[in-house]
């Protein structure tokens, strides 16, 4: 069984930074892109971040680019998320997922690959 666990969440101050991390078990990342999504309550689950299967490229959506830097260790089987300058609007739970691109913009999870995990929460405090 295909395992997705993130881990690194917590309160922080506006400006602050943070660095989350997912740990695939059962199934080598090894060939996939990535991503990261976020739910902030009461809102659908939003993409944030990918990385393509090889690391050589990324992409993130408008609100955290700049801020944040998504990277893989395939040898770990680990993906990360690297987030500075963290501001409220950026408090949600954070999910990793294996993913598709969708459009030219967006990647969607891929669900063959495995289900959600149970998310790491990130509070930014103003």
């Known amino acids: 069984q295909v395992r997705l666990v993130e881990s690194g969440g917590g309160t922080v101050q506006a400006g602050t930074s943070l660095r989350v991390s997912c740990v695939v078990s059962?199934?080598?990342?090894?060939?996939?892109?990535m991503g990261w999504f976020r739910q902030a309550p009461g809102q659908s689950r939003d993409f944030v971040a990918a990385i393509s299967s090889s690391g050589a490229s990324s992409y993130y959506t408008d609100s955290v680019k700049g801020r944040f830097t998504i990277s893989r260790n395939d040898a770990d089987n680990t993906v990360y998320l690297q987030m500075n300058n963290l501001m409220p609007e950026d408090t949600a739970v954070y999910y990793c997922a294996a993913v598709l691109p969708e459009g030219h913009s967006t990647w969607h999870p891929w669900f063959d690959f495995a289900s959600w995990g149970q998310g790491t929460q990130v509070t930014v405090s103003s």
């Open positions: 059962g199934r080598t990342i090894s060939g996939y892109a």
